[in-house]
Nanobody
């Protein structure tokens, strides 16, 4: 499994950004793809995830209402649309993948595959 994240950049507070994660290497039918982020000096934290087969999503409370995860099955790509960005959203954002299970996995160790990060910087 290969995951390629891109789309990060510098944006002003209140602005928007869309991250993309191109997935390849195997069929993702029974996989969950997610986004995590890691700010300087902090632990990596869950942001959002989507179940590939049916598009069900779950999102961290800290970004709910501002961040939306989605997937394009034809393009094998997962997106993270971010609006109303705040300075505290500044972090390196990572995409990750795991085989599907019935529980909503939000822990770093629950994901088996990781892409390289993409930097998001929000200026106040």
């Amino acid at each position: 499994v290969q995951l390629q994240a891109y789309g990060g950049g510098l944006v002003q507070a209140g602005g928007s950004l869309r991250l993309s994660c191109a997935a390849s290497g195997r069929p993702f039918t029974w996989y969950v793809l997610g986004w995590f982020r890691q700010a300087p000096g902090k632990e990596r934290e869950f942001v959002a995830a989507v179940t590939w087969i049916d598009g069900n999503t779950f999102t961290a409370d800290s970004v709910k209402g501002r961040f939306t995860i989605s997937r394009d099955v034809a393009k094998n790509t997962v997106y993270l649309q971010m609006i109303g960005l705040k300075s505290e959203d500044t972090a390196v954002y990572y995409c990750a993948a795991r085989r599907w299970t019935s529980n909503q996995a939000v822990g770093v160790t629950q994901y088996d595959y990781w892409g390289q990060g993409t930097q998001v910087t929000v200026s106040s």
